[in-house]
C-alpha cells in the first residue's frame, strides 16, 4: 500500500535577539499561533533586557531558557534543534547575523541554530545604517548562499527620527513567510469537529466499576490541535483528569451511554468525529444499589454497549469524517485495524499496540493510521505531534469527500 503524505509540522523556534522591535516579537508569536503553531522561545541573554523571560513563557505556554547551562539534562540546543520544523529569528539584528554567519555557538540560540535541520527564517530588524553596512550585506549574502531565507527589512520610521530601511517586516508579512516554507494554513478553519476523549466508567455497585487506563491525553492533544487550526472544537470528555481547554466547549461524561447520548445529539451538525476515548465495550447487566460484599463478588454479568464509532458510520452524511482509534495488544495488531477500519465504516483508523507501557498516561506515542489509500507508520513521538499528522490526513479526507 502507498504511504500518505505529512506536510511539514508545526514546532516553531522563535529565537529574539537583542534589538528594539523585539517587543514586536510578541505579536508575532501570537499570530503564529493563531496560525496553528506551536511556539518556543528562546531569547539571546541581551535581548531579556528588552522582553523579560515571564513575559515570553506567558505568551508561549512554554518554558524559556537563552543559556546553554540551563536544563542540562535534556541538552536544550539538541533537543530544541531537533524538535523544530522551522527556526524563526525575529528580530534578526546585525550581531545576531555576524555570528551565525561566522559559524559561532556562544549562546543557547546560536548552538540550536547550529544544531538544526530545520529551514530558518532570518527577519532582519536595525539602522539603515547597519544593514546597508558591507559587512552586513556580506553576511546575508553568506547566509542565503547556505539555503537560509532572509527577509528584508521593511521601509518606514525607526527609533527616534530615523527612517529607511531597516524596520521590523509587518506581522503579517511574517507568518506569510513562515506559511510558505511550512506550507502550513489553518486549514480547518470553518469545520467542526467532534472529539471523545478519556475512557467510560460502568457501575458495577456505588463503589465501583469497570474502566480502563485512557488519561484523555491524546484526545485533548487533538481538540487542542484542531483548535489551533482553525476549527469549531466540541469536547466529550470522559473522566479525564485533564483541565479544560479555554475557548472549547466540553461536555463531561461517565458512562458508554452518556459518551454514547452525546455523541448523537452532537454528531449531525459537525463535519468530523474523532473518537479516540476508550468506551467500554460492555457494562453490568444489574446496578447493585448497595455495595456489594466482597464474598458475594464472584460472578458479574455483562451486557454489551453500542458501538459509537460503527452506529456513526451508519448515519453519516457526505462529506463528513470519521476517524477511529483502536487498542491492540497481538503482534498483528496492523492487520486487525485494517479490519476494524472496514468493519467500522471509519474513513481513517489509528491502531497502536498497547502492550507497550508508554502508551496509557504517557505523553508519547506509537501506532500506524490506517485508511483506504494508504498506511503510515508512526514512530515515537509525542501526542502533539500524532494530533497534526491526523488532522493532516482529515483534511485531504475532506478534500476527498467534497470533490
Request: charged residues 25%; hydrophobic residues 40%; contains cysteine.
Amino acid at each position: 500500500m502507498t504511504t500518505p503524505h505529512f506536510p511539514r509540522g508545526r514546532e516553531v523556534l522563535l529565537g529574539v535577539s537583542a534589538g528594539i522591535a523585539a517587543y514586536k516579537a510578541c505579536d508575532l508569536l501570537r499570530r503564529l499561533q493563531d496560525d496553528g503553531f506551536y511556539v518556543t522561545v528562546v531569547p539571546t541573554p541581551a535581548s531579556l533586557n528588552f522582553v523579560g523571560k515571564a513575559t515570553w513563557e506567558a505568551l508561549s505556554g512554554r518554558p524559556v531558557y537563552s543559556e546553554v547551562w540551563e536544563n542540562i539534562p535534556s541538552v536544550p540546543h539538541i533537543e530544541l534543534g531537533e524538535r523544530a520544523d522551522v527556526v524563526v529569528i525575529a528580530p534578526a539584528t546585525a550581531d545576531l547575523l555576524a555570528r551565525v554567519a561566522a559559524g559561532r555557538a556562544d549562546d543557547l540560540l546560536t548552538n540550536s541554530i547550529l544544531a538544526t535541520k530545520a529551514p530558518i527564517l532570518f527577519v532582519p530588524a536595525m539602522h539603515p545604517q547597519m544593514w546597508s553596512n558591507p559587512a552586513t550585506v556580506a553576511n546575508v549574502a553568506t547566509l542565503r548562499e547556505r539555503g537560509y531565507f532572509v527577509m528584508d527589512p521593511d521601509t518606514g520610521r525607526l527609533t527616534g527620527k530615523d527612517s529607511g530601511q531597516g524596520r521590523f517586516p509587518e506581522t503579517a508579512r511574517i507568518v506569510e513567510k513562515v506559511n510558505e516554507i511550512t506550507r502550513h494554513r489553518a486549514d480547518l478553519r470553518g469545520k467542526k469537529i467532534l472529539i471523545t476523549a478519556g475512557g467510560t466508567r460502568e457501575a458495577i455497585d456505588p463503589v465501583r466499576y469497570i474502566g480502563n487506563l485512557s488519561s484523555g491525553k491524546q484526545g485533548y492533544a487533538l481538540a487542542w490541535a484542531a483548535a489551533a487550526r482553525g476549527a469549531e472544537v466540541t469536547l466529550i470528555s470522559a473522566n479525564s483528569q485533564l483541565p479544560d481547554i479555554e475557548g472549547l466547549k466540553t461536555i463531561h461524561v461517565v458512562s458508554a451511554a452518556d459518551m454514547e447520548r452525546e455523541v448523537k445529539s452532537h454528531f449531525s451538525t459537525h463535519d468530523v468525529l474523532v473518537m479516540s476515548a476508550a468506551v467500554a465495550d460492555a457494562r453490568p447487566s444489574e446496578l447493585v444499589v448497595e455495595k456489594i460484599k466482597k464474598d458475594a463478588l464472584t460472578q458479574i454479568d455483562l451486557t454489551k454497549n453500542t458501538d459509537i464509532l460503527a452506529a456513526m458510520s451508519k448515519v453519516k452524511r457526505p462529506g463528513q469524517i470519521i476517524v477511529g482509534f483502536a487498542a491492540e495488544t497481538s503482534e498483528n495488531s496492523i492487520a486487525l485495524g485494517r479490519e476494524k477500519r472496514i468493519a467500522k465504516g471509519a474513513d481513517l483508523l489509528y491502531v497502536n499496540n498497547v502492550k507497550r507501557d508508554e502508551i496509557f498516561g504517557s505523553d508519547m506515542t506509537a501506532g500506524t493510521i490506517i485508511s483506504a489509500r494508504g498506511e503510515a507508520e508512526i514512530s515515537h513521538c509525542s501526542k502533539d505531534t500524532l494530533a497534526n499528522l491526523l488532522l493532516d490526513q482529515v483534511v485531504e479526507e475532506l478534500g476527498y469527500a467534497n470533490v
